[in-house]
């Protein structure tokens, strides 16, 4: 009920919000377009309502593997907090286990979760690195994404080419300068 009740209410911001724009909601193109921007909303923002825990489903095992494992180029879509345009581009994670190992479609699932919100893009890799870390207590954790911002290509400064590029190094990536070393030529190279 709360959730039918809050679609209504973001469907009359967004019939509003045309009205304050200078448009007509009552136009013929624009009749079902609060509702469907209202429902747009709410799957990009989804990430709010999903849990961690439950997202992991026991998926976590024990395993004597000590080497790293590496998702890269994992597509993500969000959407920026100071302008609420999309930003998006790709996300490489790294972990080295601990004796426990995380089912690999668990990775980009956890991306999402935290995509799915509105972001900045440091508090996004953050943000992934510190549950990684949490929930597997591996030796280190890697993540670096990187983003082309429509905030910064279709508005302000209109750059087209800019990429922004984040990192956050936890445990053996931030202590050791070899290991972090390794991570970053692992993902910028390319299966032959």
């Not at 045309?18 to 469907?36: A, C, F, S, W």
Request: aromatic residues 8%; contains cysteine.
């Amino acid at each position: 009920m709360k959730s039918n009740s809050n679609g209504q209410k973001l469907e009359r911001v967004f019939r509003d919000l045309l009205t304050l724009i200078g448009e007509d909601p009552k136009r013929e193109g624009l009749l079902r377009t609060p509702t469907r921007v209202a429902e747009s909303y709410k799957f990009l923002t989804q990430g709010y309502h999903q849990d961690i825990t439950a997202l992991l489903n026991g998926a976590i095992f024990t395993e004597k593997y000590d080497e790293m494992v590496i998702v890269k180029d994992i597509d993500f879509f969000s959407l920026c907090e100071h302008h609420i345009l999309p930003f998006y581009g790709w996300i490489h994670v790294a972990y080295i286990p601990n004796g426990k190992i995380l089912g690999l479609s668990k990775i980009p699932r956890i991306v999402e979760v935290f995509a799915r919100r509105l972001q900045v893009q440091e508090r996004l890799t953050q943000q992934i690195a510190d549950t990684l870390f949490e929930v597997l207590e591996p030796d280190g954790v890697a993540v670096v994404a990187e983003a082309r911002h429509l905030c910064m290509m279709m508005r302000g400064v209109e750059k087209q080419n800019s990429v922004a590029t984040t990192s956050a190094m936890l445990g053996s990536f931030r202590e050791d300068e070899r290991t972090r070393n390794e991570f970053l030529k692992l993902i910028n190279s390319k299966l032959s």
